[in-house]
């Protein structure tokens, strides 16, 4: 199993950046896939959610508006596109695979934000924000 993140990098507050995580090893489409971030110092937290089709998503507080994440399983991808970048958006980001298993949309929009709920994660990549 992998998950390979790629697309950080340095931006300007106001910018944008697209991440990409791609999979392999595992059947892609029978699974959520999650985006957390860690800056130095603090925990690991959640930023964003997509099901196995894409058909539901869910977000952080603090980038609803700003961060969209799809996926394509036909590519094994999901991508997190980050605009109006600050510089409180700073931090490693991951991305993770969790097993499809609950069925109503509350339960899953409880479940993805735990860091436990999810089978695999990647290595992660850099995303600074700063002028």
């Known amino acids: 199993v992998q998950l390979v993140e790629s697309g950080g990098g340095l931006v300007q507050p106001g910018g944008s950046l697209r991440l990409s995580c791609a999979a392999s090893?595992?059947?892609?489409?029978?699974?959520?896939m999650g985006w957390f971030r860690q800056a130095p110092g603090e925990e690991r937290e959640f930023v964003a959610a997509?099901?196995?089709?894409?058909?539901?998503?869910h977000h952080a507080d603090s980038v609803r508006g700003r961060f969209t994440l799809s996926r394509v399983n036909a590519k094994n991808t999901v991508y997190l596109q980050m605009n109006s970048l600050k510089p409180e958006d700073t931090a490693v980001y991951y991305c993770?695979?969790?097993?499809?298993?609950?069925?109503?949309?509350?339960?899953?929009?409880?479940?993805?934000?735990?860091?436990?709920?999810?089978?695999?994660w990647g290595q992660g990549t850099q995303v600074t924000v700063s002028s």
């Open positions: 090893g595992f059947t892609f489409s029978s699974y959520s």
């Open positions: 997509i099901n196995w089709s894409g058909g539901n998503t």
């Open positions: 993770a695979a969790r097993k499809e298993d609950v069925t109503t949309r509350s339960a899953w929009k409880e479940v993805v934000t735990t860091r436990s709920a999810y089978d695999y």
